[in-house]
């Protein structure tokens, strides 16, 4: 296991609270790429999409995500991240990637309206659409895959098992 860890997966699966706990309970460093982007722009993620379109967020998101030094630290990366190659090359050369996988059902449950989420996806593609496009490129870049539908707690020590 390197020593770093990175948690991949759709927004609402976990990616932020789970990494919280984990930083806490290793001692690890936690950086959210989301909080990275809206510091950098001094704007919510959704103001930055909204006034850069989707090419130039994906720019921004990648830069965030290449200035990350990895040393002892838990990165969450933003739902979209997986769209960038060197964006995910970094991440992987450089830390253990987990994909928190949960289902569209409790995605939506979690999240029922994206609105305001700075959530990337084409004009005429549905969120269905949209999540089943992103599930199979989470898988292509994931170490591990860990299930987070048993909550918080119930994740947190799956991927501890696994470290």
């Known amino acids: 296991m390197k020593k770093s860890i990175s948690l991949i997966g759709m927004a609402g699966a976990g990616k932020s609270s789970i990494g919280v706990k984990l930083a806490n309970y290793l001692k690890f460093d936690f950086i959210d790429s989301d909080e990275l982007i ?38 969450a990366t933003g739902g979209s991240a997986i769209f960038s190659k ?16 949960v ?25 269905q659409q949209a999540f089943n496009e992103r599930e199979s490129i989470y898988r292509e870049f994931a170490d591990h895959i860990v299930p987070n539908h048993e ?13």
């Open 86 to 101: 060197n964006a995910m090359n970094h991440i992987k050369n450089n830390s253990s990637v987990v994909f928190l996988e």
């Open 151 to 163: 909550g918080i707690e119930s994740c947190f020590n799956k991927i501890l098992s696994i470290i």
């Open 38 to 75: 809206e510091a950098n722009q001094n704007k919510s993620l959704q103001e930055v999409l909204a006034k850069n379109g989707i090419q130039e967020f994906k720019k921004i998101e990648e830069a965030a995500i290449l200035s990350v030094e990895f040393n002892q630290t838990i990165l």
């Open 103 to 127: 289902s569209f059902e409790d995605i939506v449950d979690r999240i029922p309206d994206f609105s305001n989420r700075g959530f990337i996806k084409e004009a005429n593609q549905t969120m």
